[in-house]
């Protein structure tokens, strides 16, 4: 039966037993769900609480090892309400089970829209799609996007503006933070990015009937500044570490966090852009809710000054962030690192 629906949430609900063939990937691109790091090592899991306290310096020697060992970590007591990611998490959910025509009034394939509901990655140009439904918002400054989201359900606007508005705080902070790691002033990143972006997507990944064929996001790094991301208690995401996969398994009320690639050129390859995926299982739907950090589309992006010397040349070329943007856009999610074109060495 041919593919009809727009959304595969929509597909799912007429009924099917097998993963469609232009979902299934090739047998060497498959997620093997056995190979897979046990809880006993998972992600570096950091407590914000001391930050503003005497243990400053602790905590940020703590961010800056897990942003060079890992590129990922979990933070605690970072300032938001539980209840704030409670009701994010329950309009995102309710968001998705609302019927198909009141959902499909925002569909859009085009990445230049700012309020987008679409599905799998990029429709127009990938090969095999992904196990995904995704709204996708634009969110600061909060007062020029507000007006253009989902006014159903009808709690959505203030929920995730409330939920943005906090995220973004957190953002100012983690940057601050990861700037002093790398031995800069707290402001150096948050300069660097000029007038920068915060966007969402709220993901919805269905219970697969075969998750061992495809995944929900294959292998990718962010091209952003960082990720921070809101998950519900469904695990999927894993992270690449020393060449295994570790499952991120959920914990209530923590944020996880990603260096994007710009992170990875400013540091001069310090810190590093990992790469991780988000696979799939037969039970349960999940849903989670990145909020991506990036440079105004005009900055200048290069490795600093400072982390460049003759034992540490330059890694990275300069160039903006709406070059890079346009790249990894172009070229569909892939496991070659986007980095790789920017490399001072090419051109
Ligand atoms: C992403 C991503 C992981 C997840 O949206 O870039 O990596 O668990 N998401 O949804
Ligand atoms: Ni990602």
Redesign the pocket.
């Known amino acids: 039966m041919a593919n009809t629906k727009l959304l595969l949430t929509d597909l799912l609900h007429s009924g099917i037993r097998h993963v469609p063939s232009n979902y299934v990937r090739p047998i060497s691109d498959r997620p093997n769900l056995l190979d897979v790091q046990t809880s006993h090592h998972s992600i570096p899991f950091i407590d914000l609480q001391s930050l503003n306290g005497p243990n400053h310096s602790d905590v940020i020697k703590e961010i800056g090892q897990a942003c060079q060992h890992y590129g990922f970590f979990q933070v605690k007591n970072h300032g938001i309400p539980e209840r704030v990611n409670n009701n994010m998490l329950r309009v995102s959910n309710e968001f998705f089970q609302m019927p198909e025509g009141e959902r499909l009034k925002i569909y859009s394939n085009d990445p230049s829209k700012t309020v987008r509901l679409s599905t799998s990655f990029n429709v127009e140009t990938e090969t095999i799609a992904n196990w995904r439904d995704f709204l996708r918002l634009h969110c600061y400054p909060l007062d020029d996007y507000i007006h253009e989201w989902p006014s159903n359900p009808p709690s959505f606007r203030e929920y995730v503006a409330e939920y943005c508005t906090n995220v973004r705080s957190l953002s100012l902070r983690l940057l601050e933070a990861i700037s002093e790691s790398l031995g800069f002033q707290s402001d150096y990143i948050n300069e660097v990015l000029q007038k920068h972006a915060q966007h969402m997507?709220i993901?919805y990944?269905p219970p697969c009937p075969q998750p061992e064929l495809t995944y929900?996001?294959p292998i990718?790094s962010?091209p952003d500044v960082i990720?921070i991301?809101l998950?519900d208690n469904v695990p999927?995401?894993q992270v690449l570490n020393n060449g295994k996969w570790i499952a991120v398994n959920p914990i209530p009320n923590t944020f996880i966090i990603n260096i994007g690639d710009q992170i990875e050129v400013l540091s001069n390859g310090r810190y590093k852009s990992v790469l991780?995926?988000?696979v799939l299982n037969c039970n349960e739907g999940r849903i989670?809710v990145?909020t991506f950090y990036f440079p105004s589309p005009d900055a200048v992006i290069k490795p600093a000054q400072e982390l460049v010397d003759k034992e540490h040349p330059a890694l990275y070329r300069s160039f903006t962030y709406n070059e890079y943007y346009t790249k990894f856009w172009n070229r569909g999610l892939a496991t070659e690192n986007c980095l790789d074109m920017f490399r001072a060495s090419s051109t």
């Open positions: 997507a993901n990944y929900g996001l990718h962010d990720t991301l998950q999927g995401l991780h995926r988000a989670s990145p």
